[in-house]
């Protein structure tokens, strides 16, 4: 991050909290306006819906592919979280395919300064709330179901 800062002088500081070891309490999260959600190994979430609680803004970093999750028709861009799809396309040398990428996540942490700005405070409510309502209304039958839907899916999409 500190050679992202660099590149943005003048910009919002950016504090990190990884969730290794030992891991960043929930409750930590609760402190800060804005949080942000990165693709990872996990592609079935359990940390987006905590996420969803603290009502912070969530900025939501979607990679584009043809997986969705259980929770994709329950919360939606724009209603509950913001997001940004990052792009990561392989191709290329090495070297060119790094400068790619940090093109990339430069232009991704400058859409995400332009959310925190352009975003106003009934409208952060409207969002933040929205999200925690959804949440709180879920229930292990509500999960089942759109669960069976995504199952569905993508058996009609690659099996059949």
């Excluded at 232009?107 to 925190?116: D, G, K, P, S």
């Excluded at 409510?125 to 209304?137: C, L, N, R, W």
Aim: with cysteine.
């Amino acid at each position: 991050l500190k050679n992202l800062a660099a590149l943005m002088p003048g910009e919002p500081e950016v504090t990190v909290l990884i969730d290794k070891e030992p891991p960043t309490k929930a409750t930590e999260w609760c402190k800060f306006k804005y949080l942000l959600d990165l693709p990872g190994a996990h592609p079935w979430s359990v940390r987006f819906k905590e996420l969803l609680l603290s009502h912070s803004l969530v900025i939501k970093i979607d990679v584009s592919d043809p997986w969705v999750n259980f929770y994709s028709p329950i919360f939606e861009p724009g209603v509950d979280y913001m997001q940004i799809i990052y792009d990561a396309k392989d191709g290329g040398d090495a070297d060119a395919f790094a400068r790619a990428q940090g093109r990339a996540v430069l232009a991704t942490y400058r859409e995400m300064v332009r959310i925190a700005r352009d975003v106003s405070e009934p409208e952060f409510t409207k969002i933040t709330q929205s999200a925690f309502t959804k949440v709180t209304a879920l229930t292990e039958d509500v999960v089942m179901g759109y669960l069976g839907d995504v199952i569905k899916k993508y058996c009609a999409e690659f099996y059949l």
